[in-house]
């Protein structure tokens, strides 16, 4: 964290010792967001004041601010930005839910014509030890390929 001995990244003080670090986006100081001690400060890796600072990471730097973990930087997002998490979490949960239905009809679909290949390649109506069979495989294939196509059909159409 902030070294309270040094000026604050992007203040005059700063500045005037050689700091590199964003002006602007520290407010001249006062820390991201003009609250440094909640959101913590851009610092610039090379800066010759800073730059023994723990430097920030990828994560710290899409939340703005210098924190020990993602967590803590989740933590803030979420309470700075709480609707637009929220909007992304429940679209990355239908997406979720999307795909997880597709896959489970793919590999439905994908078994049943596996099976129907192979009694085909093995004579047809002749592979299965009854008629009834064959016509009990033939109506589960029709289902799966159903089940495949109404999966793959998008809600929007028609």
């Known amino acids: 964290m902030m070294d309270d001995q040094l000026p604050k990244p992007g203040s005059r003080e700063a500045v005037a010792s050689g700091c590199t670090c964003p002006v602007v986006d520290n407010h001249n100081g006062s820390g991201y967001g003009g609250d440094g001690k909640r959101f913590g400060w851009w610092y610039s890796s090379d800066c010759p004041v800073h730059s023994a600072q723990k ?39 239908a997406l979720e839910a999307e795909r997880d239905r597709l896959e489970g009809a793919l590999i439905h679909t994908a078994s049943h014509l596996a099976a129907a290949i192979s009694l085909l390649e093995h004579g047809g109506k002749k592979a299965a030890p009854s008629d009834k069979m064959f016509d009990q495989m033939l109506k589960d294939y029709h289902g799966s390929l159903e089940m495949a196509r109404a999966a793959l059909k998008s809600e929007g159409d028609g």
């Open 55 to 93: 430097p920030p990471t990828e994560y710290e730097h899409l939340a703005g601010c210098v924190a020990d973990t993602p967590e803590e930087v989740l933590a803030k997002l979420t309470e700075v930005y709480p609707e637009a998490l929220a909007v992304h979490t429940d679209r990355i949960k």
